[in-house]
């Protein structure tokens, strides 16, 4: 996973990575290794790292859903509809603008979307769906019509707002199970790292 993480724009993650002993070998092979991430940290990892692919000036949002047997079964990150495989990003305007033609609020697909869309025909009923950043009402419209029975969110910065308090009440009202995730041990700093590198992007 690292040599092709490391290939493309994102190989800061994986020093980030070794830094912070994801990788690291318990030095002796004769032993099973006991100090391995929990399934939340590696999925809630693998969301973050796909929120590096977006192109989103401002916001990098990324989501991981995963099936009872914890089997990656679709990932996504917010990006512009796929018109041009090549240039889609810059076809449509990134910024938020008041002429409401050019926000990009408008345009733009979100991870969670996205991830659904990226299931690869898989079934994703009672799957369980990691996202970097709280889903807003209408993704969570595509959460409770998919199926999804859990969502693991990391950060919530605007809980009052409409579109996240209309969320909490669809995915409340499906029996959805939300829950917060609490970065834990050496990926605490990680998260730390990728969220503070993520406002400068």
Known sequence: ??????????????????????YASSGNEAKTRTSGIEWDQYFMGVALISAQRSKDPKT?????????????????????????IKHNDAKF????????????????????????????????????????????NECSKLIIQSGIKKVVFLENKEPDRD?????RILLQTANIVIKEHTPKGDLSGL???VTKLNTLL
């Open 1 to 22: 996973i690292c040599v092709i993480l490391c290939r493309g724009d994102i190989s800061w993650i994986c020093q980030l990575l070794y830094r912070y002993k994801v």
């Open 60 to 84: 990098q949002v990324g989501a991981c859903i995963v099936n009872p047997k914890n089997r990656i079964v679709g990932v996504g990150y917010n990006g512009m509809p796929d018109i041009d």
């Open 93 to 136: 305007s990134w910024e938020k603008e008041k002429h409401y033609t050019r926000d990009k609020h408008l345009y733009v697909c979100h991870a969670e979307m996205n991830a659904i869309v990226n299931k690869m025909g898989a079934d994703i009923q009672g799957c369980t769906l990691y996202t970097t950043k709280y889903p807003c």
């Open 163 to 167: 579109i996240y308090a209309a969320s």
């Open 191 to 193: 998260y730390e790292e």
